[in-house]
């Protein structure tokens, strides 16, 4: 479904803030960040391009992949909240 709710709720920057906020998030980012730096840094200029490709398409494909989770997870939710009111 195009535009709809649960696009809404995904795309909220709220909601992306609320997870980036706990400190276990924090420490995970920021330790993935300085291991991607010293690897780029260690990458000649056919590998470095290469390497961005790959970062790229793997960015593309957990985005789509969380939001794929994302819109399942709130489909159960309410399949499970309509099960108990109308059981």
């Known amino acids: 479904m195009e535009h709809s709710v649960i696009d809404y709720i995904f795309g909220n920057d709220e ?3 609320m997870v980036c906020e706990t400190k276990k998030f924090k ?3 920021e330790s993935g960040f300085k291991a991607y730096c010293k690897l780029r840094d260690s990458l000649n200029k056919e590998q470095l391009d290469l390497f961005d ?5 793997m ?3 957990r ?5 794929r989770y994302f819109k399942a ?3 159960i939710g309410v399949r499970f909240v309509s099960e108990c ?3």
């Open 15 to 17: 909601m992306h803030e």
């Open 27 to 29: 420490e995970v980012s």
């Open 53 to 57: 490709k790959f970062e790229e398409m």
């Open 59 to 61: 960015e593309e494909e």
């Open 63 to 67: 985005y789509m992949d969380i939001e």
């Open 73 to 75: 997870g709130v489909k």
């Open 85 to 87: 009111m109308f059981d």
